[in-house]
């Protein structure tokens, strides 16, 4: 045995030293950028491709802009005019919320980004409260502060709102209302109960069927229409039931295709361990399916947020109406460049927060799939 053992220790490889880590800005070029001649080349000229169509950009946005003032006599520059939205930035922010009741909107856009940042940041602890606080107390918390009319708050009514604060409450109620209506209009889809699937279809096809322009129109000057003389249904209120419904049909369809990616077996090996269909679907279904659908899930709500700037056509001025509202002035005539890349800003800060946070997600929740 010990010459066994002694020629095995001649035969094993020597320790040797870990690999020095390589990493750093340097490596990365290095890497991916300069790798090779042909690399090298190419990534030089797409390099100076993008100088000259950006740097032009660069220039007239930032290093020659006018920044401060109070009127278009203070744009002396060639740049950019940015005097037009600090000007006009309290009204692109509350519409025409009256003056003194601003710190309503205060606190519930500042409780709407707090509880935002508390479901992204992973290591922050409280997630359930947090998701039941933005699901079920920030509604009624916003509803109560905004409208008014109750703990002696003074009465706003809804044609007063606009801008940001107009924006996001459409897209939020949407995109709160259509999830769950969705997932319910997809399992009734693929319901085995004749009834229950027609009913289903008809909703999603119908509502997939007509252009989101047109049910706003609808909303707005045939609902009012069917309803009794003496009911008043605010307008606000009409835009947001529209829109619930029409993007919960496209959800709908996104979350039947998560719903027809999952193995029947799934759902067979839990009726085999005694659950109900109710059971079956929350606990295994269901998760698994929004799982690999969340591409389909933001881009929707993507879509849905950038639709928001079509309530205009019945009367409501959110962020983009407020800023094409103030272009209309005599005193800022000739500054439209600026306006809509502010609200083309505004926009693609919001859709690019949510497409990061879906990518993050499926990373998170990336545990394989397999039949």
């Known amino acids: 045995m010990s010459a066994i053992a002694r020629d095995t220790d001649e035969m094993l490889i020597a320790s040797r030293p870990p690999p020095t880590p390589q990493g750093g800005v340097m490596y990365w070029l290095r890497t991916r950028l300069f790798s090779g001649p042909v690399n090298s080349v190419v990534s030089i000229v797409t390099l ?14 930032l290093i020659q802009a006018d920044w401060v003032g109070s009127s278009r006599a203070d744009c002396t520059s060639d740049g950019a005019c940015w005097v037009f939205i600090s000007t006009r930035w ?8 009256p003056l003194t009741e ?28 947090a998701a ?9 918390i ?19 709102w606009g801008g940001l604060m107009l924006t996001l409450t459409i897209a939020a109620v949407g995109i709160v209302g259509s999830l769950p209506l969705g997932v319910v209009l997809a399992l009734g889809r693929r319901s085995k109960m004749p009834l229950v699937r027609a009913i289903c279809v008809i909703f999603i096809e119908f509502w997939r069927g007509v252009p989101l322009i047109t049910v706003l129109f609808m909303s707005s000057v045939m609902l009012p229409l069917f309803v009794p003389a003496n009911v008043e ?17 496209y959800m709908a369809e996104v979350v039947r295709s998560g719903l027809q990616a999952i193995d029947k077996g799934q759902g067979e090996a839990g009726a085999a361990l005694g659950l109900g269909y109710w059971l079956r679907m929350r ?12 591409p389909g899930i933001v881009n929707t709500f993507i879509a849905l947020f950038k639709d928001t700037s079509l309530v205009l056509i019945i009367g409501l001025f959110d962020v983009l109406s407020i800023i094409q509202a103030g ?12 306006g809509y890349v502010f609200a083309a800003l505004v926009f693609w800060v919001f859709c690019f927060g949510m497409s990061r946070y879906s990518q993050h997600l499926e990373r998170r929740l990336d545990t394989g799939h397999q039949h």
């Not at 606080?133 to 509604?139: D, E, F, H, K, T």
């Not at 109560?144 to 007063?160: D, E, K, Q």
């Open 48 to 61: 100076l491709l993008i100088v000259r169509l950006v740097w032009p950009v660069i220039d007239w946005a």
């Open 132 to 140: 039941l606080m933005a699901l079920v107390g920030l509604p009624i």
């Open 142 to 160: 916003a509803w109560v502060l905004l409208l008014g009319g109750m703990f002696g708050l003074p009465h706003v009514p809804t044609r007063a």
């Open 327 to 338: 272009l209309t002035n005599s005193d800022w005539l000739g500054f439209a460049i600026e």
């Open 283 to 294: 606990l295994i279904i269901l998760p698994q399916a929004l799982k690999l659908v969340i």
């Open 90 to 97: 309290s009204q692109i922010v509350y519409g025409f919320y």
């Open 102 to 129: 601003r710190w309503r909107v205060d606190i519930v856009l500042g409780l709407f980004f707090t509880l935002i940042v508390w479901l992204v940041m992973p290591r922050l602890p409280g997630k359930r409260a």
């Open 233 to 249: 249904f605010d307008k606000l209120l009409r835009a947001l039931i529209g829109i619930m419904l029409f993007w919960s049909a």
